[in-house]
């Protein structure tokens, strides 16, 4: 329609020139310093780089280190295993939260959810220094805890047992998430329209059956899209493991990003680290293709 | 009249409602016995409030207690209170110098991003060009990419640039950072208002800066503070970027300076927590002030980004 007249083509190519014109401050400043490094990290991974003599020409050499690395693969583990329990507690417990404040009777409710979502404002420094003291083994609060009701003898040290970390670090990652899935769910809960629940009260259903046959399939969709974002910042997860365990003891707890750091600033092989950082970056990438695609098939 | 409310009734669509009115003033017992139950949500939630008041609680009153009484009674109430660990935190700390640094970053972040994020808005939500969908996916990886995965590239070119270990280290890649999710959300907003609104103004001979600024900000205005509001909330508790692009106190925020703090002072747990506590007291106002604005944001945000 636009092509027909001189004109009319003139006119669109101003109005091009425009939305440019508009974006370009922008697109600049994120191009600088998110495009750029990210070229950057490409052709870095393609270079052996010590930081101190010249970067020289590897090729895929990296890559096919990376293929035999087993603290690599250990981390892609621990990083598979944090998103699946690392979304699937935040986002079952943010679920039943919601429920309970938009459906249930509940008093206050404000305040309640005031203070439930009150964890994830916290910066993930003050969280960690938070739980770095709940699980300290000797004076944390969570031994003393145990300890006061008889459940243990002496409580394990939380962060410092390889067959305890991971979990131990995924609960600290919930208590920060469950509060953005709880935020989410009672969004959607308070979008449902009320007479699919006064139906449901007529019929006399209990509220089980309420819940398991009309507020479920109601949510189909927001829950996809709920598991997308929480997935995503599961993905997303740094702050914590770097600051409370650097991936330890040993490297129990290391995860994909965390060991890219370590490698790149600690061990100053920059060209291997950045071959890991771009390969996680792509499946990264990839994994929220499927998750987008099978949201929208999952949800509709 | 009576007539008249005889066809209404009779109407398919108005049943809905008047469904409506019969169940919410016929069933009084049912409504009576609800107030009943009311006592066990309230509980549950009550004890799930206990996620929060117990490792809060537990933490203010570490950090009223002395060292030994921390670390050989965790969950008791302090003896005699001690309001002198958050002295000695404040000053041990350096909070002054840090909150000084974490306000200035990210007072100026968020502003820059609101002046970049608005105009690209606006262009994504009312003009067809060519490249939006390849500019628009761009956003969106850069949403799903973490800039984790960037910092070694980030920091020589931070290096490059000779800056750092400045504000400006740390508010350009924040920027950057801070801008796709700030369009998004933007974007969706712009798209949901009136079209005529805004072709009123191009009629009148609006240049697109001015159709911006006196138009389409006065009606954006609740989804620019929800922006603001997340986009603050993330800079201030930004960790990583101060931790590479910073090597002294110059730049250092505010949670970079606790994680050193929480380095040398681990073992002394009252210092410890006063500090926890006077480095979150600054962002719990601003989320309880504009909690709403915060919870809108994420919604909206939410959606806009799927």
Not at chain 1, 220 to 238: E, K, T
Not at chain 2, 170 to 183: E, H, I, K
Not at chain 2, 232 to 247: A, K, S, V
Request: aromatic fraction near 10%; hydrophobic fraction near 55%.
């Amino acid at each position: 329609m636009a092509a027909t007249t001189h004109s009319a083509g003139t006119r669109t190519t101003s109005r091009s020139l425009k939305a440019y014109g508009l974006l370009l401050p922008g697109f600049i400043a994120f191009g600088l310093f998110f495009l750029v490094p990210a070229v950057l990290l490409a052709w870095l991974s393609s270079q052996q780089w010590d930081a101190l003599s010249a970067p020289s020409l590897v090729g895929a050499a990296n890559y096919v280190e990376a293929f035999g690395d087993d603290v690599l693969r250990t981390a892609v583990i621990n990083n598979l295993i944090w998103i699946v329990l690392g979304s699937a507690v935040p986002i079952t417990l943010g679920f039943g939260l919601a429920v309970l404040l938009v459906r249930g009777n509940v008093r206050y409710k404000w305040l309640f959810r005031t203070l439930l979502f009150l964890p994830q404002v916290l910066s993930s420094v003050t969280v960690a220094i938070a739980w770095s003291w709940i699980y300290d083994p000797n004076r944390g609060a969570l031994n003393a805890f145990l300890e006061g009701l008889g459940i243990v003898e002496s409580g394990p040290a939380w962060l410092g047992d390889s067959a305890l970390v991971l979990p131990a670090l995924i609960v600290s990652w919930s208590w920060m998430e469950y509060g953005l899935a709880m935020v989410l769910f009672i969004a959607a809960l308070q979008s449902l329209d009320e007479t699919y629940f006064e139906v449901a009260k007529i019929e006399g259903a209990s509220k089980w059956q309420t819940l398991r046959y009309v507020l479920l399939p109601l949510l189909r969709a927001p829950l996809a899209l709920v598991a997308l974002i929480v997935m995503i910042d599961a993905f997303q997860v740094f702050d914590l493991v770097f600051i409370l365990t650097h991936g330890g003891p040993g490297v129990a707890s290391m995860i994909v990003p965390v060991y890219m750091v370590l490698t790149s600033f600690t061990f100053h092989q920059f060209g291997y680290g950045a071959a890991i950082g771009l390969t996680w970056a792509v499946l990264i990438i990839i994994a929220s293709l499927i998750l987008l695609r099978s949201r929208r098939a999952f949800g509709s | 009249v009576g007539g008249a409310h005889h066809h209404r009734v009779a109407h398919p669509a108005a049943i809905t409602p008047g469904l409506r009115q019969l169940t919410s003033s016929v069933p009084t017992p049912r409504r009576v016995r609800f107030g009943r139950y009311g006592i066990w949500p309230t509980t549950l939630a009550l004890l799930a409030s206990l996620l929060v008041i117990l490792p809060i609680g537990w933490i203010v009153s570490a950090s009223f207690k002395g060292r030994r009484e921390a670390a050989q009674s965790p969950l008791s109430l302090p003896l005699s209170p001690m309001p002198e660990n958050y002295v000695e935190a404040w000053n041990t700390a350096r909070f002054g110098e840090l909150i000084t640094n974490s306000l200035i970053i990210s007072v100026t972040t968020v502003v820059v991003v609101l002046i970049l994020a608005l105009p690209a808005a606006y262009a994504f939500a009312t003009f067809e060009f060519r490249g939006k969908r390849l500019l628009f996916m761009t956003l969106l990886v850069g949403l799903a990419i973490p800039i984790s995965l960037l910092v070694v590239p980030l920091f020589y070119e931070i290096l490059a640039l000779g800056l750092l270990d400045t504000h400006l280290a740390l508010m350009l890649p924040q920027v950057a950072v801070g801008f796709p999710f700030a369009v998004l959300v933007l974007r969706a907003f712009i798209e949901g208002l009136p079209r005529d609104i805004l072709e009123a103004g191009k009629i009148d001979g609006c240049g697109e800066i001015r159709l911006l600024t006196t138009i389409v900000v006065p009606l954006t205005r609740p989804a620019l503070l929800a922006v603001l509001v997340l986009e603050f909330m993330w800079t201030w508790n930004q960790f990583l970027l101060p931790l590479i692009l910073t090597q002294t106190a110059a730049a250092r925020t505010l949670p970079l300076g606790m994680s050193i703090f929480l380095g040398r002072y681990g073992v002394n747990i009252p210092l410890l927590m006063a500090g926890a506590i006077i480095s979150s007291i600054p962002i719990v106002l601003v989320y309880i002030v504009f909690q709403r604005h915060m919870v809108k944001g994420i919604t909206t945000g939410a959606v806009a980004g799927s």
